[in-house]
């Protein structure tokens, strides 16, 4: 989680591959107004982010028993409690950087909605969490991902497994 720039997408998908579980992109779930709304440099409201983030809810739920990575702002407290509704135990990792490179990151992105203009209302609605690993964004998509697969330790291989 994080806001946009923060490299969500790219950390969480290697991640998944990493782990063998499924990738899911929270942006590829946003409806088409909330897709123009952004693009055309208006932040979402909370009303606008409900739908979506129960549509993400709704796609892990089907991934539940199998686990999954997904890459999803989830920028308050509240969207987090509602991404995660009724998952069982999840392990949200926030992915943080100064507002400078985020901006640089998200001018030089091409074909995303989400561009720097939003990025100082998405640190303005930002609520860092207590309970996830933080990193700070400045070293390598790999780099991030060897510490979160550190973090999260091994691997439970469930029961009667020796």
């Keep these: 989680m994080g806001v946009a720039g923060s490299g969500k997408s790219t950390v969480g998908s290697l991640l998944a591959a990493r782990l063998g579980l499924t ?24 009303a606008d982010r409900e739908p979506w983030l129960d549509r993400v809810n709704a796609r892990l739920r089907t991934l539940r ?4 990575v997904c890459a999803c702002s989830a920028l308050t407290g509240a969207a ?12 949200f990792v926030w992915l943080h950087g100064t507002p400078e490179l985020l901006a640089a990151r998200l001018g030089a992105r091409r074909g995303h909605p989400v561009g720097p ?8 609605t930002l609520e860092p969490p207590a309970d ?6 400045t070293p390598s998509p790999e780099e991030l991902v060897d510490r979160i697969v550190a973090w999260l330790g091994p691997a439970d291989p469930g029961p009667g497994a020796p």
């Design 117 to 124: 203009v939003l990025l100082p209302s998405q640190l303005a």
């Design 65 to 68: 028993d199998g686990g999954a």
């Design 80 to 91: 987090r409690g509602r991404l995660a509704r009724g998952l069982g135990p999840v392990a």
């Design 23 to 46: 990738f899911v992109e929270g942006d590829d779930l946003h409806d088409p107004a909330a897709m123009a709304r952004m693009a055309a440099g208006r932040p979402l409201t909370e």
């Design 132 to 137: 996830a690993l933080s990193l700070d964004v």
